[in-house]
């Protein structure tokens, strides 16, 4: 393994998987080339939809409404600068994840730049509970909209859809991201329906369009914009677990970066355009004092009931469910193989190629998290927790990048000016978040 500037993780790739050939100072553990581990067998479509799937969750369904009611109608701008406040912190991903293409990624980032364990098992911990917080609020999320259309319990919905979802999560990685996908799919055609539809029955949607950008003059419509690009921010959080599939991608060193950039970018342009169909159809104040914003624009432009924009709304937390279950397991294993988390989550099932224990262990923590704990408050808490991992992962470049070695051939490299503008963000907006 080399380090600072030059480090990188070499794995070993041969028809059993790919491996990382790094012994565990702390446990005295060397992984064994003979046990089966991860396949390479992701292509940029599946990481691309990975990464959407992760990205765009049902939230965008809810965020419509408060969005228009602090900025209404430059409520798009907010939205672009969001987009452009979180590129700096996925370039510094895209290098560290080129860098060292493993699963468990922010945490082998942080042990590999302040060499310290405790600091490692503790960003890897915080990235599981944030992650572990968010399954929990999509799947008491998909019980109530399932609700809608299968009278049962609400508690017999929740464990139906995280068992459910965590056997998907359980089949061979291209399996279980083809079917997620197919859901990505679904859920971004429901948002496209609404642009279009915006599109076709909506007579003002290009000519209010400068309407966007605020006069230099008005502070209370600028000072709307960098209330609402709070919000936004956090509808882009989720790309960054793309890294955590690094190790299945089939050629991460191009495909990690592409898919990165790739996620932000038409994460970025459906989430404006949505916004600004929405809020150029219906009054700030209509969006703003509706439960279900988007659903009142689709049914505002095309006349068709509300339970179509619900259907859709299920397959997007279901598909919620799934990819943040994949996330959850593959950072586990990552975290086992590299000594800081019990041996037996590292352990891949033959047939299926995937950490099965630490899938099955997911599922029961999202589940009882789900059933037995209140999760009100908890979602702000994992935001914090992302932003605060975004500080921690763009201050780990900062430290290899001040090493001053020659990066490796090949990598993508963010200029040296990124992670600081990466990490300069993340702390604003934390602290932004805090006085909120």
Request: hydrophobic share 55%; glycine share 8%; net charge positive.
């Amino acid at each position: 393994m080399k380090s600072a500037r030059g480090l990188i993780w070499p794995a070993m790739v041969s028809g059993r998987g790919s491996w990382i050939e790094r012994p565990s100072r702390h446990l005295g553990l060397t992984p064994d080339p003979a046990v089966p581990g991860l396949t390479r067998s992701l292509s940029l479509t599946h990481a691309v939809l990975y990464g959407l799937g992760v990205t765009i969750g049902a939230g965008i369904y809810v965020l419509v409404g408060v969005a228009a009611g602090r900025a209404g109608i430059h409520a798009p701008l907010a939205f672009l600068l969001g987009a452009l406040v979180m590129s700096f912190t996925a370039a510094s991903f895209a290098e560290l994840g080129t860098r060292m293409p493993v699963s468990g990624s922010e945490a082998a980032y942080v042990e590999a730049a302040f060499k310290r364990r405790w600091i490692s098992i503790a960003t890897g911990l915080l990235v599981i509970a944030t992650a572990l917080i968010s399954a929990a609020t999509i799947s008491v999320g998909s019980a109530g909209y399932l609700s809608v259309f299968v009278a049962l319990p609400g508690p017999w919905l929740i464990a139906a859809v995280v068992v459910g979802m965590g056997l998907i999560a359980c089949l061979a990685t291209a399996q279980s991201i083809t079917v997620a996908g197919i859901m990505t799919v679904i859920e971004i055609a429901g948002l496209v329906l609404i642009i279009g539809a915006g599109l076709i029955w909506h007579d003002g949607v290009f000519s209010r369009l400068p309407e966007v950008v605020p006069a230099v003059q008005d502070s209370a419509g600028w000072i709307g914009i960098m209330g609402t690009t709070l919000i936004a921010v956090f509808a882009y959080i989720g790309f960054e677990h793309l890294v955590n599939i690094a190790e299945e991608l089939r050629d991460p060193t191009r495909t990690l970066p592409r898919a990165l950039f790739l996620t932000l970018g038409v994460t970025a342009l459906v989430y404006i355009a949505v916004v600004w169909i929405a809020v150029s159809a219906v009054s700030s104040a209509e969006l703003a004092a509706s439960p279900a914003p988007l659903a009142l624009v689709f049914q505002r432009l095309t006349g068709l009931p509300l339970r179509v924009m619900s259907a859709i709304a299920v397959v997007a937390t279901l598909n919620g469910i799934v990819v943040h279950l994949i996330m959850i397991s593959r950072i586990a294993y990552g975290m086992a193989r590299q000594g800081n988390m019990p041996q037996i989550l590292a352990r891949v099932e033959k047939r299926t190629r995937t950490p099965v224990i630490a899938t099955a262990l997911a599922t029961v923590l999202v589940l009882i998290l789900s059933l037995a704990v209140p999760l009100v408050g908890l979602a702000d808490l994992a935001s914090r927790g992302t932003l605060a991992i975004f500080v921690l992962v763009n201050l780990a470049l900062i430290r290899l990048h001040r090493a001053s070695k020659p990066a490796p051939t090949g990598i993508f490299v963010a200029p040296s000016w990124v992670p600081y503008a990466g990490l300069a963000s993340s702390l604003l907006f934390l602290a932004l978040d805090w006085i909120a």
